[in-house]
Nanobody, 123 residues
């Protein structure tokens, strides 16, 4: 059993920053691939960023250079540092655990999702 709890969402102005956190409990975090996804109203959930258990990262094109995903194995946590936020970043952000990779594509685990945290960016 895996439990994920996201935090750090909020309402900010365009150009500002937020840092999301996702704490993990259950299986061995240090060997878990982790991903961040988001879902805007009326849209499908989309990939944002992922971090392999080895530390390798990848991002969707629209956030590369603005967002940074990191992990702290000692704290069993993964983070998403979001800078230069834009209105189009507004969404509920979800953490996913124990996903797999198909090439460089992070494939989320169907079961291990957090409850989500709202990020609202006003322009």
């Amino acid at each position: 059993q895996v439990q994920l709890v996201e935090s750090g969402g909020g309402t900010v102005q365009a150009g500002e920053s937020l840092r999301l956190s996702c704490t993990y409990s259950g299986r061995t975090f240090s060997r878990s691939n982790m991903g961040w996804f988001r879902q805007a109203p009326g849209k499908e959930r989309e990939f944002v960023a992922a971090i392999h258990w080895s530390g390798d990262t990848n991002y969707r094109d629209s956030v590369r250079g603005r967002f940074t995903v990191s992990r702290d194995n000692a704290k069993a946590a993964v983070y998403l540092e979001m800078n230069s936020l834009k209105a189009e970043d507004t969404a509920v952000y979800y953490c996913n655990a124990n996903g797999s990779y198909r090439g460089s594509l992070y494939v989320p685990h169907v079961r291990w999702w957090g409850q989500g945290t709202q990020v609202t960016v006003s322009s």
